[in-house]
């Protein structure tokens, strides 16, 4: 269970989120969508420590995550696959994957057998172990930070705008890897600006706009809600609804 | 013939010591993007520590060297949590002008307690030579080379295939990614620091029996580690290696077959001539731009 209760912060003093509060059932896949600028991002830096918040609790299957180092809730199993520039193009795409379990730093085997699981799941990683990072298409590259994310079998998986950027073909690898991942046990709670995408892979949607939650429900209910189509030609309702 | 290959032979020895002494510049350049001006004060500080060792206690400066190191990484250490990191939190280029004045400092402080009088150590290898037929090859040139050969290597080894390699590149392409997965840039940045410090060291040691030096000295050798760091690419090991051995390689062959005058010009001029056709130097890498992730 993520839950977010009052949150606020932001950049430089400056609050992005107000008050913001979300829940995420475990083992469902949570998709915020929203207008630029409305803070979707925000929420994924602030679960992931990147940015503390300046008021508020983020409480992850029991525990309070606010104060944390980046490492320490990557190691309590809550990892964030960044927007852009996720991966490390000096390193070849096995040191990137392995790079994913640099907090624990297992034995060499038991990270050798990990691999080979995730490259199952994600074939690129088996077939394009020693390439650089940096030669990969953006779709290749997703997959390959989806298997670094998966490395030390994480409860939580945030994902910031996964298929920003790509053609039709990667994002329709992108919808199966996450499913795969959601079906691996893990929790996803994920920002899209693709509303379609989004609406096609979550259970929950929560719409954002400035910085704070102005509807929740089913991906159905979301779908159907008349406020949609405003929300993203700023139209924001004038008090918060949820519609389930 | 004998004559090229002797000069060779002799570019090669000097161009790897030329790449022992770079390396340190070259990593806080690839992690920080800090140009550390201070690497020919730190440079000539390990050559008198080390001249100490051997005139003091009788230490051979290929084995104070192994003394020197903690003591310089230890050094590194207080200068970056003290002075480098915070200034770079300010600004990178205030950084940059904070190494700067460390150098003055260092500069300064050496010439307090050695004093202006030339300086040099002169063990027993100092002025033998093995002989492979007609070549000669100077033992100090050659001892320092393998020295330069198994630390860039060790060096080349924990950035390649360690955590804390690993780490490095991380950090130092994509800090915020870094972070993500648990890296800490800063704590990456004060290993680095260390690191490079104490890698001078050896090349302080080497330069200890091949050079005299003076506390200012340190200005003609930040010269020539920024040429070679330039000539190989900023931020690579193997580029380092490669700028000090062509290098090296052009110093000798312009000491020999040009003139010796014109061969202290030959640093500048090989900059100008990589910064006009390959600014990236020789080793720079290079990622695909056509994607956004």
Redesign the interface.
Known sequence: MITLAGVCGGYGGLDILSAFELNVEPGTINCIIGPNGAGKSTVLKTVSGILRPRLGSIVVNGLDLVGKSPAEIVKFGVVQVPQRHGLFAGLTVRQNVMMGAYVARASKKRLDARYDELAGMFPIIGKRASHRAGGLSGGQRRMVEFARAMMLEPQVVLLDEPTLGLDPLSRGVIYESTRAMNEAGVTVLMVEQNVRFGLSLADTVTVMSAGRVVLTGTASEIERHPDLMGLFFGLAPETDQVAE | MAALIQTLVFGLLIGGVYALMSTGLTLVFGVMKIVNMAQGAFLILSAYLTYSLWTYAGIDPLIGAFIVAPVMGLLGVILYKGIIERAQRIDAGLAIVATFALALILEAVTALIWGPEPATTTPDYFNQAVHIGSIAIPKAQLYACIFAVVITAGLAFIIKRT?LG??I??AS??P?????????PARVGTWIFAISIATTAFGGAALSFLYQFVPDSQDGWIGLTLSVVILGGLGSIPGVVAGGLVLGVAEALTSNYVSVQWSTAVPFILILVVLTVRPQGLFA????ED???
């Not at chain 2, 915020?176 to 800490?184: N, T």
């Not at chain 2, 890498?285 to 695909?288: G, K, V």
């Open positions: 955590w690993h780490a590149t991380a392409e994509n915020e990614g870094a972070r993500l997965i648990g890296v800490e890498l290079h990622s695909r994607v956004s992730s």
